[in-house]
């Protein structure tokens, strides 16, 4: 059984920076097609960033550009979201995600294995 265990959340100033790690366990991280999420309360989650097999291509939501960027080790079976001049809005839970055939990047319904999240903070 595939899981995925985020870490790295926590209470971060605006501007400030946070790294975002997700683990995977049961199989290789490089049979999957990898995302983050943003949920806020009482929402679906919503596409932040995700990440080709092998690392060398990825998408990032428009509102993140500039600013995050994702990263896998696959020798570690992890993905890492880098998060760089946060605002208010980047609030939120962030859970990892993966699929095993591409289907497409930004939907929740394209991904089979979810984490439970972790939660990001951004306030002054």
């Known amino acids: 059984q595939v899981q995925l265990v985020e870490s790295g959340g926590g209470l971060v100033q605006p501007g400030g920076s946070l790294r975002l790690s997700c683990v995977v366990s049961?199989?290789?991280?490089?049979?999957?097609?990898m995302a983050w999420f943003r949920q806020d309360p009482g929402t679906e989650p919503r596409f932040v960033a995700s990440s080709s097999k092998s690392g060398g291509a990825w998408y990032l939501d428009d509102s993140t550009q500039g600013r995050f960027n994702i990263s896998r080790d696959n020798a570690k079976n992890a993905i890492y979201l880098h998060m760089n001049s946060v605002k208010l809005e980047d609030t939120g839970v962030y859970h990892c995600a993966a699929q095993s055939s591409y289907k497409g990047y930004a939907s929740r319904q394209d991904y089979d294995y979810w984490g439970q999240g972790t939660q990001v903070t951004v306030s002054s």
């Open positions: 049961g199989a290789p991280s490089s049979r999957y097609f």
